[in-house]
């Protein structure tokens, strides 16, 4: 699978993407296993109020299963327009 | 689709005349443009995307505003990349018999674009932007 | 003053890139074009008007916008004479720091022009307008 | 005192404006002076839910003073934008 971060969460975890193998079943289960990745994972997840999820490049939430999922992307709150 | 997302700079009277061409049944046409304030600090800003949501996005935005306003034609054009103060980021354009169908749905595009669209806005003295409230509450009336 | 009444067509390009020329305060520039519609029976309009009050009235009426919305800046032409299907009659721009502004602005200007400035339109098949029942009501969202 | 018609009002009345004497206090007296005039006046003023007036450049009602007053407008419902 492949996971994505923009904006401060990139520059936080320090890449703007990651091949990730995984056997969370949904967005929650994978933050959780991120944030044990180290302090820059965790410092990036800290406030999941700010952070907003996609799923295959669609707008959800952290309950979203990962079933057939090809592409997971975190980001703050946008601010386009 | 009538959606693009590009680094390059757009010319507002040149779409206008380009939906307008070659037909005399729009009675309303409403153009939406925003442009990079220069606030104090940094006058330059970064807009960070996510290709392909972007377009997706953007498409989403276009169709929903077709299903509920009788649209003759729409447009929109978002650039991404470094921008200076003056700056033209964002073009709505909405094409339809009457007036009030043209503001609203130019209305709607623009609400649902500044906080449901992927773009981030980095300004070169102050950091990332903070999504506004008010923002999210413009979604409200929509509903 | 930033309001002309004139027979000349108007070029909404280069209205909007003077009215954000030499600035970097804008954050939104909202335009408003009204056309002749291609109506079956006849395709061109005469547009009479007042000449003096028509003035007035779009003077009275940008002064009551400005009062109302925080706008940087405000155009307003209105052509008359005689219009061929396809033309361009009208047109409003307005400038503001915030999305919100500048398009209620526009669309304040737009409903009270509307009905409130002395043009009447004249097709070539089917003669005088009749004034549209819901150009009156939608003063009533501004009172 | 100038009176202008403008639209149908002026069609129907034959002249765009005119040089009217009156001691007419109000524009509803100097209507019904108008329509006394004859058929064409009759006509022009039979509807007069259909009939704006404007004096000295301004919208107002029938109900208006003519005191001091240079110039009345009778117009049908505008059509602008």
């Known amino acids: 699978m492949q996971v994505l971060y923009f904006a401060w969460m990139r520059e936080r975890i320090g890449v703007p993407?990651?091949?990730v193998v995984t056997s969370a079943a949904t967005v929650a289960e994978l933050v959780e296993e991120l944030k044990a990745r180290g302090e820059r994972y965790a410092m990036a997840f800290a406030d999941m109020a700010s952070v907003r999820v996609a799923v295959d490049q669609e707008l959800t939430e952290?309950?979203?299963s990962l079933k057939g999922v090809r592409e997971v992307a975190f980001f703050p709150p946008m601010t386009g327009g | 689709m009538a959606v693009s997302v590009q680094?390059?700079?757009?010319?507002?009277?040149?779409?206008?005349?380009?939906?307008?061409?070659?037909?005399?049944?729009?009675?309303a046409l409403v153009s939406f443009t925003g442009l990079v304030?220069?606030?104090?600090?940094?006058?330059e800003m970064v807009?960070?995307?996510?290709?392909?949501?972007?377009?997706?996005?953007?498409?989403?935005?276009?169709?929903e505003a077709r299903g509920r306003w009788a649209l003759q034609d729409?447009?929109?054009?978002?650039?991404?990349?470094?921008?200076?103060a003056g700056a033209q980021i964002v073009l709505v354009l909405t094409a339809s018999p009457h007036r009030h169908a043209a503001f609203e749905a130019a209305e709607f595009i623009m609400d649902f674009l500044k906080s449901r669209a992927p773009f981030w806005k980095k300004e070169a003295g102050s950091g990332w932007v903070d999504a506004r409230e008010a923002d999210e509450t413009a979604?409200?009336?929509?509903?």
């Open chain 2, 7 to 27: 680094a390059e700079d757009f010319n507002v009277g040149a779409e206008m005349a380009a939906m307008s061409a070659g037909r005399a049944d729009i009675g």
């Open chain 1, 62 to 64: 952290l309950s979203a």
């Open chain 2, 139 to 143: 979604l409200e009336r929509w509903k």
């Open chain 2, 74 to 84: 729409c447009r929109i054009i978002h650039r991404f990349g470094p921008l200076n």
């Open chain 2, 47 to 63: 807009l960070e995307h996510y290709p392909g949501m972007t377009e997706k996005a953007l498409v989403s935005i276009e169709a």
């Open chain 1, 17 to 19: 993407k990651e091949k």
């Open chain 2, 37 to 43: 304030r220069d606030m104090a600090g940094g006058s």
